[in-house]
Each structure stands twice: as structure tokens, then as C-alpha cells.
């Protein structure tokens, strides 16, 4: 029996399997196709995705395909600024807010690190056509193959019409937002200006135009029915449509795809020992770039639970999975509906309307808007006000050796302490860090051998903003809780003890240590 069965293997299926894989536990990846894909699907992502892409150890490789996005912009059809959004070259995460890229690139890359790692193994050509979940695990039938795969636990990152999500009877709650759009894809073969991330929001025909790095780029088109697709998709009109924008000599049409941007929210994302991921759990429209985003997001979040759980703590800690994550998904879905309704405006007087009114708001605005997305729902934290927040990375220096902080100092479990005026966490509640398998470290204003500079202020700024003594934050970076004073910090660990510790498990470890 394997530790996780894996159905779908795109990006969030890919992360899932690297993560667990790297976590020493047994995988099997089920993919229907019998390779990958090989065609771009998403073209966006953050830099708290970027970080769990260092995380996966693929990161550094991925630069040279990328391009780095600093703005975001929304214009009407006469071509006059109605909205625009400001990405930083390094965001609050140590990497750029905001990357174009070519998904196939991407999916090689991850690709190669699964098929790496000696406890993983991947089967392409399985479509899964039955699925069982019981007390002691799921076996999941494969078409053509009478022999059941059996695991302890399932995650289905099995894309929006997830067979896996209907075998188990979930139902969707749908926003309402279905619009659908012509996606053209464009390999570049020569030298084009073409803007890389902006929508049209002109009535008469919205337009999205967005790179997928440096040797690709996308329009889309949206269309008045999924009906004149077929008429709409011949090369010369497609090409007709691009000519404002990009000369025929100098690209090369490589994908031409209709798709409805949808709204839906799975109402559980658990059956038993099977967890629904990525586009299987929710669907979101794509003009906020999060959607493989929160898919990996979603990875995240169920690796490092399942790896707790699969080492013995009680099963029921995956049920802050959802609980988690779904507040914010529902959240960015929202403001992806806000915005996709500015882009699709199709009657001229309320699109003259939408931008008096937006030109007006930018104004007196003055500046660019920035993109925040909220913190975790209730789970796996405590009470703190930075509870559920995404701790913030920066760049350290530690025993001559400076970068980033998850590069030099390490991930998982981290509980950084301020060390600044010379405190530091006493013996017994270091020890008991210790066997939860979190990592202690301390801030100092000064080179030690005990602790580490922050060498572009993160820390302390994060410290000083927050008037905090410690600060606890878990394998997906999101902060489980903090200490006002040091004394505190037994209580705060308790808080990870009682979820993540297997039942059996003595607690001598503790017993001496009270908050």
C-alpha cells in the first residue's frame, strides 16, 4: 500500500507528489494522459508560489524562462488607463510579486524532480474510472487494470471536471460568473512590442493580453457564444484579430482553444481519506493570475498535514484544510468576479459610465493599487493577531553565508525569536521545539554563533511592526502564532504539540514546561 495515491498530474498534482516525496513517504502519481500535456493552460504566478517552487528545488532553473511583470494593466478601448496594479522586482516573499511564464517549461522542470526522487512513482496512461475510501485507505481502479491501487490517502488535483470530485457525490457552489473566450497562443520568432499584461476593456471586443515568458505571449478573446468558436478559430481571423498588435512574420500561432472562465466553489473538499486540490476544490476566473497560484497554495497546505498525519498525529488535522483555505479562495474568487465584470462590460453606456467613474477613482487615487490577498480561515493556529498571515522572507546572513532566509537557515517548522536586545529561549522550551521538529533561531543586531543578521531589515521590521517576542510559522510559510514574551513560547508550542504529536506519543517532553 502506498502512503498517497495522486490523481492528476499538472502543476498541483506535480508540487503534491514533490513534496511528499521529498518528505520520504511512498507515492504513486495516477495521470489519464499518456504524457504531459505539453500545452500552456496557466500563465501567471506570485512570489509565494515562487517560494514553494525554491522549496521543491526548481526556482533558479526557472529564471531564464521567466519575465518579470512590475505592472498590470486595464485600459478601455480608446486605450486611456482605468485601473492599473504595481508588482515589486522583490515582494514581501524574497522573489518578484509577479511571473509570466510558459507553463510546458514549468511542468518539465517539476517534472524532473519527481521523477527523481526514489519514493515516487508515476503512471501515465491510468485514468482512474472507480474510486473507494475506507476506514484503513482508498483503492482507486485504473481503466484497463483489474488490480486496485491502494494508499492511505488520496489527494485528486484532477482539474475542473475532476472524476474524482463526482464519484464522491460533491456538489459545486457557483458564483454565477461563465463567460466564454477564445485563447490564441503565440510562439515569438522574432523581435515584437507587444504589451505584456493588460486587458482591454472595450465593449465592443474585451482582449486580454498576457506573456507566458520571454518567447511566448496570449490573446484572448471573448466571445458572445461558445457557438462561433468554431468560426472564430480559423488561423486568418485569428491573425486579423492579433494585427494591431503583433506582425505575422514574427510569431507563430501554436494553440487556438476555447474556454469558459467559471466561478465554483466544491462544498467539501474531503470524502473520507480522499482530499480534493487545485481546479478539482474551486475554479476561479483568471484576471487576478491565481489560480494555478492557489492550487499550489492548496499543495502546500495538505503536504506537510499529511505528512504529520501519515508519521501518526490524529487524522482529524486535515480537516483544517479546508477550513484554512477555502475563505481565502472564496475571497480571491470575489475579487476576480469584480474585475472580470470591469473587463466584460459589453454595453457602451455602462461602459463609458464604468470609465468616468474608475478614471476618477485612479485620480485621485494617485498611485498604482497593490494586490493583497487575506490570511488562512481557522485551523492549525492560535489567537494571535498575525496568526494565519503570510510570514514575510528576507535575506539573512548566518556563519559567513548569506541569502535567503528558507535557502540559508531551512524551512518546516520555524520559530524565530528577537534577539536583538540579547534574550534568547531557555533550554527546556528549545528542547521542546526540538522534538516537535522545529527549527529555533534568534535575531540578532550583531554576527554570532548563535544566531543571524538580517541583512535587509525584514526581520526587525516585521518584529518592531508587530511588538512581538517570537513568532512560529509552519511548512507553507502561513504564520501559526506568535509570543508577546518569551515566557509565552511553551504555550504557542503546545498549540503545534496537540495537532501535529501521534496520541501515543509520551509527553515528558512537556510536562515540565507551563506557558
Keep these: 500500500m502506498y502512503d498517497v495515491a495522486v490523481i492528476g498530474y499538472g502543476p498541483v498534482g506535480m508540487v503534491t507528489a514533490a513534496l511528499l516525496g521529498q518528505a520520504g513517504h511512498d507515492v504513486v502519481v495516477l495521470e489519464r494522459y499518456p504524457t504531459l500535456y505539453n500545452l500552456p493552460r496557466a500563465a501567471i504566478f506570485d512570489d509565494e508560489t515562487m517560494r514553494t517552487f525554491d522549496r521543491v528545488g526548481i526556482a533558479r532553473d526557472l529564471l531564464p524562462t521567466l519575465h518579470v511583470q512590475r505592472n498590470y494593466e486595464w485600459r478601455n478601448g480608446a486605450g486611456e488607463l482605468l485601473i492599473e496594479h504595481d508588482f515589486a522586482a522583490v515582494g514581501r516573499q524574497g522573489w518578484a510579486e509577479w511571473y509570466m511564464m510558459y507553463q510546458p517549461e514549468l511542468e518539465d522542470a517539476l517534472d524532473h524532480v519527481v521523477r527523481g526522487l526514489g519514493s515516487v512513482e508515476v503512471r501515465m496512461d491510468s485514468r482512474v474510472v472507480a474510486l473507494d475510501s475506507t476506514h484503513e485507505g482508498v483503492d482507486i481502479r485504473v481503466d484497463g487494470d483489474g488490480t486496485p491501487v491502494s494508499a492511505r490517502y488520496a489527494v485528486a488535483c484532477d482539474g475542473g471536471n475532476s472524476f474524482t470530485r463526482g464519484r464522491l457525490g460533491i456538489g459545486q457552489d457557483d458564483y454565477g460568473f461563465s463567460e466564454p473566450w477564445m485563447v490564441c497562443d503565440f510562439r515569438l520568432t522574432g523581435p515584437a ?282 511548512p507553507d510559510f502561513y504564520v501559526l502564532g506568535t509570543a508577546g514574551v518569551l515566557p509565552d513560547v511553551p504555550a504557542l508550542l503546545k498549540t503545534l504539540a496537540s495537532a501535529i504529536e501521534p496520541a501515543h506519543t509520551p509527553a515528558t517532553a512537556r510536562e515540565g514546561i507551563r506557558p
Design 193 to 474: 512590442e507587444v504589451p505584456k499584461a493588460r486587458q482591454v476593456c472595450d465593449p465592443g471586443q474585451p482582449v486580454s493580453i498576457i506573456s507566458l515568458g520571454p518567447r511566448h505571449h496570449r490573446f484572448s478573446f471573448m466571445l458572445d457564444s461558445e457557438e462561433s468558436f468554431p468560426v472564430e478559430r480559423d488561423p486568418d481571423r485569428v491573425w486579423a484579430r492579433v494585427a494591431a498588435y503583433l506582425d505575422r512574420s514574427r510569431a507563430e500561432l501554436i494553440r487556438v482553444a476555447t474556454y469558459t472562465f467559471r466561478s465554483l466553489v466544491a462544498d467539501r473538499w474531503r470524502g473520507g481519506r480522499v482530499l480534493l486540490a487545485g481546479d478539482a476544490a474551486h475554479q476561479m476566473p483568471p484576471f487576478l493570475g491565481q489560480g494555478m497560484c492557489s492550487g499550489i497554495r492548496d499543495a502546500q497546505n495538505l503536504a506537510f498535514k499529511l505528512d504529520a498525519v501519515l508519521r501518526g498525529a490524529d487524522d482529524a488535522l486535515l480537516d483544517t484544510y479546508q477550513s484554512e483555505r477555502e475563505p481565502h479562495v472564496r475571497a480571491v474568487i470575489v475579487k476576480g468576479i469584480e474585475l472580470g465584470r470591469v473587463q466584460t462590460t459589453r454595453d457602451p453606456v455602462a461602459a463609458a459610465e464604468r470609465d468616468a467613474r474608475l478614471i476618477a477613482q485612479r485620480e485621485a487615487d494617485g498611485r498604482p493599487e497593490k494586490m493583497r490577498f487575506p490570511g488562512l480561515g481557522p485551523g492549525l493556529r492560535d489567537d494571535s493577531p498575525q496568526a494565519g498571515q503570510l510570514m514575510p522572507q528576507g535575506r539573512v546572513e548566518s556563519h559567513g553565508v548569506e541569502g535567503l532566509f528558507d535557502d540559508v537557515l531551512g524551512r518546516g517548522f520555524v520559530l524565530l525569536v528577537d534577539g536583538r536586545d540579547g534574550a534568547s529561549l531557555d533550554a527546556p522550551s528549545t528542547e521542546f521545539a526540538a522534538g516537535l521538529g522545529v527549527a529555533v533561531h534568534h535575531l540578532t543586531d550583531r554576527p554570532t554563533t548563535e544566531g543571524f543578521t538580517d541583512t535587509d531589515g525584514v526581520y526587525g521590521r516585521w518584529f518592531d511592526e508587530t511588538g512581538r517576542a517570537a513568532v512560529l510559522w509552519r
